[in-house]
């Protein structure tokens, strides 16, 4: 079965430039969210999506950081004039709507995006 | 705050062995999930097992199971007969009911399993 994919996974920007990092749901999956997982360390929120409602962006870490799911499926996280502390994986993670359990707060993440900033 | 420890960065455990992975947590949310996912070097996060904040008896998921002592607010892992296949970063994770639905994810303990 189709997992969460994205794409692509690995980008190697210069400093300065703009990235877009894609992510591709579990298909039904109304919650998404981006994580940035620095070298050595565990994921930290960036944002999430209910459909296409961001419904929590508190984790950006400037507003060079932008993310978007304009038909509920599909989401873009955008980078503006990166720089070097952007340098992480950026790791996509979809779940069911929520709900008690384990069967709707279980996160499904993707492979991730290694994006390098030099 | 709410926040989530793991304090050991390094694990060795001997092939067919047991070993026990530590995770607590700090929250004064009384409704909370806790998770541990495993994420080898090529990056995948892979989910392990679930516990519940109240559910009654402790998850096991095959080699898999939790010490979940919700007083001390701690979840440990327990990887009993490891493979060599276990080497991997081991997360810690926790989705508390008032967040907006978030996992806020420990540092991470690095497991090597010796042959």
């Known amino acids: 079965g189709a997992g969460v994919s994205q794409s692509p996974r690995y980008k190697v920007a210069k400093r300065g430039q703009d990235v877009a990092l894609r992510c591709d749901p579990i298909?039904?999956?109304?919650?998404l969210f981006w994580y940035q997982q620095a070298l050595g360390q565990g994921p930290e929120f960036l944002t999430y999506?209910?459909?296409?409602?961001?419904?929590?962006k508190s984790g950006l870490p400037s507003d060079r950081f932008f993310a978007e799911r304009p038909e509920g499926s599909v989401s873009t996280l955008k980078i503006q004039r990166t720089q070097q502390e952007d340098s992480a994986v950026y790791l996509c993670?979809?779940?069911?709507?929520?709900?008690?359990?384990?069967?709707?707060?279980?996160?499904?993440f993707g492979p991730g995006t290694r994006l390098t900033v030099l | 705050a709410q926040k989530i420890t793991q304090t050991q960065p390094g694990m060795f455990v001997q092939e067919k062995e047991a070993v026990t992975l530590d995770c607590t947590y700090d929250t004064s949310d009384p409704s909370y999930g806790l998770f541990w996912y495993k994420q080898p070097s090529s990056g995948e996060m892979i989910f392990l097992i679930y516990?519940?904040?109240?559910?009654?008896q402790n998850a096991t998921e095959g080699r898999y199971s939790l010490n979940f002592q919700k007083a001390r607010k701690s979840a440990n892992l327990v990887i009993s007969a490891s493979q060599l296949g276990d080497s991997a970063m081991y997360f810690c994770a926790i989705h508390f009911s008032g967040s907006a639905r978030q996992l806020t994810f420990g540092s991470g303990t690095q497991l090597t399993v010796l042959p």
């Open positions: 298909s039904g999956h109304v919650s």
């Open positions: 999506f209910q459909n296409e409602a961001q419904l929590d």
């Open positions: 516990q519940g904040s109240y559910d009654q």
């Open positions: 993670a979809s779940s069911l709507k929520g709900g008690k359990g384990r069967a709707y707060n279980e996160q499904f």
